[in-house]
């Protein structure tokens, strides 16, 4: 059995290397044929052997980039005249039959045509396998090269920031040669740094870079001790210029002490003549700066302070309505700017610089509780401020407390306060004791005429007596009278004992005894 199958696996390779390579002799011909040679008889028992039934079929293998041959046409033998058909068994009609062996063969061969007919769409789609691979070794080609190019941009791009900040390292920075030109206001803000100043400096162009002005700050051990508040300095100096000018001292500007109890305008003292400067006074001299001493001016912080623009002055929304019912104009803000020490642009328009300083007042009163106070003394937020300014006015610090009670318990009595201090406010001369006529003058301030406070406050009260009218001490008491030069003030709730203490001071020089006195 093994034998005929290598033999017949022989003949079909033979037929099939003749079929698909023929040798071609004698212009094309089959030599076979050419020498009209029969074609080679079958080896006997081929065809009675039924375990060859199905042939093995084997192909040479095709690879996708090298494109099979085209079959050709197997060369058939011409039979001659006379020949007879090849071997067979007639049938009943007297047509010849093929041997079943070599019908076999032929249900063998069409069976390999068949599989050779469907070969041409195994190609196709190798072919199409193949052409994608190719498109993607392409895109991954060109994708290598995209992201080659973007690495060496970015690597020049690196190296040339890196030369360049190397060069700058070496290379001084930019810097005026001077002199100095035009002063420009600049502000040095609290906690802020060389850097930060630096910054701000060349802002306002006055040096040529923020670098020249840090390494000359750090140069200068003065700069640890520049304060917060405005600096005039020239444009175009040179760094070193602007940082001695910065902690020269001189340069600062804007900057103004409120005293505790000063009044908007200015007053005179009524026994020796003195003036006593203003808020406003005060303001406008800490104004000026430069050599041609640019201000603004008494009269012009005056009218800008009479604006019925309360919110552009900066008038809080709880002193609205306190502040514009005031029959003085001119003594609206009266008690809004708060005593202590201010900085403001001196650069600004006079009502930019009241706005700032109202603002910062503001602040300032509402840190201590402002708001929040009335719970105890059944006060708004303004009439706190109000009665604080006449505390400032009428007592030292350590009675501060116990005049802030006098004043919440006259209220509460309807009893009224009669304080000198309302009386000398709208006066242009100021005394410890008032006239009679002082004091039967009727106006919006004067507490011997009317009942209750003042229409606005009559000074700058300090924090210490905006604490004190906010918690006022415990106590019954509805007078006061300081009874001696030391300043020693005692009181009481007895209007009899209240009279005796006044004549005390009388005797003590405190009290002119022409001049009652009913505080």
Same mark, same amino acid.
């Given at each position: 059995?093994?034998?005929?199958?290598?033999?017949?696996?022989?003949?079909?390779?033979?037929?099939?290397?003749?079929?698909?390579?023929?040798?071609?002799?004698?212009?094309?011909?089959? $030599?076979?044929?050419?020498?009209?040679?029969?074609?080679?008889?079958? $080896?006997?028992?081929?065809?009675?052997?039924?375990?060859?039934?199905?042939?093995?079929?084997?192909?040479?293998?095709? %690879?996708?980039?090298? /494109?099979?041959?085209?079959?050709?046409?197997?060369?058939?033998?011409?039979?001659?005249?006379?020949?007879?058909? /090849?071997?067979?068994?007639?049938?009943?009609?007297?047509?010849?039959?093929?041997?079943?062996?070599?019908?076999?063969?032929?249900?063998?061969?069409?069976?390999? *045509?068949?599989?050779?007919?469907?070969?041409?769409?195994?190609?196709?789609?190798?072919?199409?396998?193949?052409?994608?691979?190719?498109?993607?070794?392409?895109?991954?080609?060109?994708?290598?090269?995209? +992201?080659?190019?973007?690495?060496?941009?970015?690597?020049?791009?690196?190296?040339?920031?890196?030369?360049?900040?190397?060069?700058? #390292?070496?290379?001084?920075?930019?810097?005026?040669?001077? $002199?100095?030109?035009?002063?420009?206001?600049?502000?040095?803000? &609290?906690?802020?740094?060389?850097?930060?100043?630096?910054?701000?400096?060349?802002?306002?162009? +006055?040096? *040529?870079?923020?670098?020249?002005?840090?390494?000359?700050?750090?140069?200068?051990?003065?700069?640890?001790?520049?304060?917060?508040?405005?600096?005039?300095?020239?444009?175009?100096? $040179?760094?070193?210029?602007?940082? @001695?000018?910065?902690?020269?001292?001189?340069?600062?500007?804007?900057?103004?002490? +409120?005293?505790?109890?000063?009044?908007?305008?200015?007053?005179?003292?009524?026994?020796?003549?003195?003036?006593?400067?203003?808020?406003?006074?005060?303001? @406008?001299?800490? !104004?000026?700066?430069?050599?041609?001493?640019?201000?603004?001016?008494?009269?012009?912080?005056?009218?800008?302070?009479?604006?019925?623009?309360? @919110?552009?002055?900066?008038?809080?929304?709880?002193?609205?309505?306190?502040?514009?019912? &005031?029959?003085?104009?001119?003594?609206?803000?009266?008690?809004?700017?708060?005593?202590?020490?201010?900085?403001?642009?001196? !650069?600004?328009?006079?009502?930019?610089?009241?706005?700032?300083?109202?603002?910062?007042?503001?602040?300032?009163?509402? #840190?201590?509780?402002?708001?929040?106070?009335?719970?105890?003394?059944?006060?708004?937020?303004?009439?706190?401020?109000?009665? *604080?300014?006449?505390?400032?006015?009428?007592?030292?610090?350590?009675?501060?407390?116990?005049?802030?009670?006098?004043? +919440?318990?006259?209220?509460?009595?309807?009893?009224?306060?009669?304080?000198? !201090?309302?009386?000398?406010?709208?006066?242009?001369?100021?005394?410890? *004791?008032?006239?009679?006529?002082?004091?039967?003058?009727?106006?919006?301030?004067?507490?011997?005429?009317?009942?209750?406070?003042?229409?606005?406050?009559?000074?700058?009260?300090?924090?210490? @007596?905006?604490?004190?009218?906010?918690?006022?001490?415990?106590?019954?008491?509805? %007078?006061?009278?300081?009874?001696?030069?030391?300043?020693?003030?005692?009181?009481?709730?007895?209007?009899?004992?209240?009279?005796?203490?006044?004549?005390?001071?009388?005797? #003590?020089?405190?009290?002119?005894?022409?001049? /009652?006195?009913?505080?």
């Amino acid at each position: 059995m093994t034998d005929r199958w290598a033999r017949a696996e022989e003949r079909y390779r033979a037929r099939e290397a003749d079929r698909r390579y023929p040798r071609r002799d004698d212009w094309g011909l089959d $030599p076979r044929t050419a020498r009209d040679e029969p074609p080679a008889a079958e $080896p006997p028992g081929w065809d009675d052997d039924d375990d060859t039934n199905v042939i093995p079929r084997y192909e040479d293998e095709v %690879y996708d980039d090298e /494109p099979e041959p085209e079959p050709e046409p197997a060369a058939v033998a011409p039979r001659r005249v006379g020949q007879r058909p /090849p071997a067979g068994r007639a049938g009943a009609d007297g047509r010849a039959k093929p041997e079943r062996g070599r019908g076999k063969e032929a249900a063998g061969r069409g069976k390999e *045509a068949a599989g050779r007919g469907k070969a041409p769409s195994g190609r196709g789609k190798r072919s199409r396998i193949a052409s994608r691979k190719a498109a993607e070794r392409q895109r991954r080609r060109r994708n290598l090269w995209v +992201v080659g190019a973007v690495l060496v941009v970015l690597f020049v791009s690196a190296a040339g920031f890196a030369g360049y900040k190397l060069m700058s #390292s070496f290379a001084p920075p930019a810097d005026f040669a001077g $002199p100095p030109g035009a002063l420009v206001v600049v502000q040095v803000h &609290s906690g802020d740094t060389a850097t930060q100043i630096a910054g701000a400096m060349h802002d306002r162009g +006055v040096v *040529a870079s923020r670098e020249a002005f840090y390494e000359a700050a750090v140069r200068n051990a003065g700069m640890n001790s520049v304060q917060p508040g405005y600096y005039a300095v020239g444009v175009n100096s $040179p760094a070193a210029d602007a940082v @001695a000018t910065l902690v020269g001292g001189k340069s600062r500007v804007g900057n103004v002490t +409120v005293s505790e109890g000063r009044l908007l305008h200015d007053k005179h003292d009524a026994s020796t003549g003195g003036r006593y400067d203003g808020i406003y006074r005060k303001v @406008a001299q800490a !104004s000026c700066y430069g050599a041609d001493k640019k201000c603004v001016t008494y009269e012009q912080l005056d009218a800008a302070g009479a604006s019925m623009d309360l @919110a552009g002055l900066g008038v809080p929304e709880w002193a609205m309505k306190g502040v514009r019912e &005031s029959p003085d104009r001119s003594r609206q803000l009266e008690g809004l700017i708060a005593a202590g020490n201010w900085d403001f642009d001196p !650069s600004g328009t006079p009502q930019q610089i009241l706005r700032q300083l109202v603002t910062s007042s503001v602040q300032r009163y509402e #840190s201590t509780g402002l708001l929040q106070s009335g719970a105890t003394t059944s006060l708004t937020p303004y009439q706190t401020l109000i009665a *604080a300014s006449l505390v400032e006015r009428e007592a030292k610090p350590q009675d501060m407390g116990k005049v802030a009670r006098v004043i +919440v318990n006259r209220l509460e009595v309807d009893q009224m306060l009669q304080f000198d !201090s309302t009386v000398n406010y709208t006066l242009d001369t100021t005394e410890v *004791a008032t006239t009679n006529a002082d004091r039967a003058t009727e106006t919006a301030w004067n507490t011997y005429a009317m009942q209750g406070l003042p229409v606005t406050p009559i000074a700058a009260p300090s924090l210490e @007596a905006l604490r004190a009218m906010e918690n006022p001490e415990p106590g019954a008491w509805l %007078y006061f009278v300081t009874v001696d030069k030391e300043g020693t003030t005692l009181f009481t709730d007895s209007y009899q004992e209240h009279l005796r203490l006044v004549t005390q001071a009388q005797r #003590s020089g405190i009290l002119d005894s022409s001049r /009652p006195y009913g505080g």
